[in-house]
């Protein structure tokens, strides 16, 4: 019940320009929930105790967040470790004539990474390093002095995990004298290597334009080549998911009475409630893609992948009614014009419970789909209907 209140305040509030601060979040779950719902501002002791300074949240829970907010819509699925090259590195101890006869033979190098014990505890880019040098005096007073007494000791280190745009977002908000300096990564705490700048705006630009063309134009939703590819990535892992197929019944019957105009927006409002019960009911690399007309997909590796089908009707029924303008009715048209008796348009799922203990293939998941969507068709009403595949014991439900 809270959660169904908190839906109408956020949904009130976005309507109204109006940003919305929860307070005493002291949970990892209760910030997950809050997050997906679309609160803009969160206050509690999970993320500070009060302070007469400015708050810094942990960067566990910045991901946290982060991961969870992609569940709204967000197309970068990359991990800034993917973007990673090799660097040269430096002990802490490392005499600073040593770093600088490296960068001096070594032209294309605009940076070293200074280590401790194989964890990065500084950064010391070639421009930094060489306008030190350039005083005075400044031969006699470093020359022979370790490097971490001149280093960045607090460069901007992230995780391999971390989203490309996170990173981006963190490494353009430092400021102006360090804005370009080297991205260093690691994993598990030690030194994996750097990305630079230039390199994760790159890859940010490829991957929206690569959405962009691919995407449907309606909804904005992946289309049916990144549909092809998750699936694909998710039978290559073998690690249990599940694929709903979402269809609109007696679509064209309320085209045809409404105009297209209404045609599309109640295709908005199906992705949508498949995107925000995702976004409650699923987890943060679950994954929602428009096939095309009234045909949507989404990918889950949810524990409850019948509660999410359960929602996601909830969701189209509780809103669908405001698309007939208070118009009431018993029979609608079906596709070859007969009459048929329903309230108006309904949603059937065909849930595909893809275990990967045995090979699957995609070939497989689409025709049980459309086996389940043919069953879905003859109910009346919302509806959906399940089947395991990929079990060593092929059980049908």
Known sequence: MKEYILETFVTFAQKMNIYLIAEGIEHPDEL??????????????????????????????????????????????????????????????????????????NQEAVGVVIVNEDIPVGLMMREHLFQQLAGQYAFSLFWNRTIEGIMNSSPLIVDELAPVEQVSQMATSRSIQHLYDLVIITSNGKMAGIASIRTILESITNVRMETARVANPLTGLPGNLQINRELNKRIIESKPFHVVYADLDYFKWFNDRFGFQKGDQLIQYTADIMQQAIAVCGTPHDFVGHVGGDDFIAISSTYSPELLCQEMIRRFEQGVEMFYEGEEWDHVRDRSGNQ??????????????????????LEHISQTAALLKKKAKAHQGSIYYFQNIGEKLNNRV
């Not at 809050?34 to 302070?51: F, M, S």
């Not at 949603?347 to 203990?357: A, I, N, T």
């Open 340 to 361: 048929v008796k329903s309230s108006g348009v309904t949603l059937s799922l065909s849930l595909v419970v893809c275990s990967c203990d045995a090979a699957i293939s």
């Open 32 to 105: 997950i929930k809050l997050t997906r719902l679309g609160i803009h501002y969160g206050q509690g002791y999970l993320l500070g105790k009060p302070e007469s300074v400015a708050a810094t949240v942990q960067e566990k829970h910045k991901m946290l967040i982060w991961q969870h907010r992609k569940a709204q819509g967000s197309g970068m699925t990359w991990s800034i470790g993917d973007l990673k090259t090799p660097v040269k590195v430096f002990d802490r101890k490392a005499i600073i004539s040593e770093v600088a006869d490296y960068l001096k033979k």
